[in-house]
């Protein structure tokens, strides 16, 4: 199966700016969408971003549109979120996941994935 490893988490200050990376290995192939979920402390985990993993296709929640850019290198089946004006509440344990499920529909449920990395903790100070 599909294995997902998260870095690039860290603490930075407001409006600064940090990239997180997601490696994929196993099964790569089987991927059709990787996405990014957060979940902070008491709250539930949240879609921030995905691509399409065939045609490169995006899509950002609103609270990531303008700040966040979801990319992706299929040579080295790896996706890069490089995140910018962060705010305190982005601060947020990022999650990596990917699907094999047909992109019918976007992707924006974490139901929707079937395998997802441990996490990066990204804290955002005031």
């Known amino acids: 199966q599909v294995q997902l490893v998260e870095s690039g988490g860290g603490l930075v200050q407001a409006g600064g700016s940090l990239r997180l990376s997601c490696a994929a290995s196993a099964r790569t192939f089987t991927i059709l969408t990787i996405g990014w979920f957060r979940q902070a402390p008491g709250k539930e985990r949240e879609f921030v971003s995905l691509i399409n993993w065939s045609a490169g296709s995006t899509y950002y929640a609103d609270s990531a549109k303008g700040r966040f850019i979801l990319s992706r290198d299929r040579q080295t089946n790896t996706v890069a979120l490089q995140m910018t004006n962060l705010k305190p509440e982005d601060t947020a344990v990022y999650y990596c996941?990917?699907?094999?499920?047909?992109?019918?529909?976007?992707?924006?449920?974490?139901?929707?994935?079937?395998?997802w990395g441990r996490g990066t903790q990204v804290t955002v100070s005031s």
């Open positions: 996941a990917a699907t094999s499920r047909l992109p019918l529909r976007l992707r924006t449920f974490w139901d929707d994935y079937d395998y």
